[in-house]
């Protein structure tokens, strides 16, 4: 299985709702990632996980809060978003780094979210 | 810093014809690696092709090959005999910090060059 998988597909929601996106994977990777897309810019990282625990913040705000329950699944809790991050919220996975090879990050299909 | 370039916005290519998407870096690192991701207009980012700064063959997979010039700091992306289906983003990545640290680290992407493949 090489697949990362993210739900919703699409979320429209309004500015004081909660709601959480939901990334899994079964590839035994050890390293998960947020990343923002804008359109027709390239992914802006938010947030990594190193063996479920947070290694890096990119300084976003805290109306996004990233949750690590186990190895294969990654959380993305979302409230108060304002209209400026509608934007494609792709999940990444990746082998942890080890000497002398480089690990590609698997993408997920992303979730498109719409805040009103 | 590091820092990826895709001077290419657009770029149009007759179906069946090769094309090459450029990319140039910058990296005071001495072993780095580099990454072409697809992203089709459906929105997830395909994977394609790795190039590692000490490998001495240039990478290829398939139809996608790159063209590494490591002197010019240069990874450029050839597809050949293009597809209607290779209409998509494309872009090409660094991973931030030296190949093989234990950390993980952030991919730095360019810009993405849009390649329209013309019937």
């Known amino acids: 299985d090489t697949e990362v998988t993210q739900t919703p597909k699409h979320l429209v929601m309004g500015m004081t709702n909660k709601k959480s996106l939901k990334c899994e994977q079964h590839?035994?990777?050890?390293?998960m990632y947020w990343y923002k897309q804008k359109a027709k810019k390239p992914p802006e990282l938010m947030f990594v996980?190193?063996?479920?625990?947070?290694?890096i913040n990119e300084s976003v705000p805290s109306r996004f809060s990233p949750e690590c329950p186990n190895s294969s699944l990654l959380n993305l809790h979302l409230h108060a978003l304002q209209p400026e991050d509608s934007a494609l919220y792709l999940c990444?996975?990746?082998?942890?780094?080890?000497?002398?090879?480089?690990?590609?990050?698997?993408f997920g299909p992303g979730t498109r979210l719409t805040v009103l | 810093a590091q820092k990826i370039t895709q001077t290419q916005p657009g770029m149009f290519v007759q179906e069946k014809e090769a094309v090459t998407l450029d990319c140039t870096y910058d990296?005071?690192?001495?072993?780095?690696?580099l990454f072409w991701y697809k992203q089709p207009s459906s929105g997830e980012m395909i994977f394609l092709i790795y190039?590692?700064?000490?490998?001495?063959q240039n990478a290829t997979e398939g139809r996608y090959s790159l063209n590494f010039q490591k002197a010019r700091k240069s990874a450029n992306l050839v597809i050949s005999a293009s597809q209607l289906g290779d209409s998509a983003m494309y872009f090409c990545a660094m991973r931030e910090g030296t190949v093989g640290s234990s950390n993980t680290g952030k991919l730095i992407f360019g810009q993405g060059t849009t390649l329209q493949v013309k019937p």
């Open positions: 990296t005071s690192d001495q072993s780095y690696g």
């Open positions: 190039q590692g700064s000490y490998d001495e």
């Open positions: 996980y190193s063996y479920e625990k947070l290694s």
């Open positions: 990444a996975s990746s082998q942890h780094g080890r000497a002398g090879v480089d690990n590609e990050q698997f």
């Open positions: 590839m035994g990777h050890r390293a």
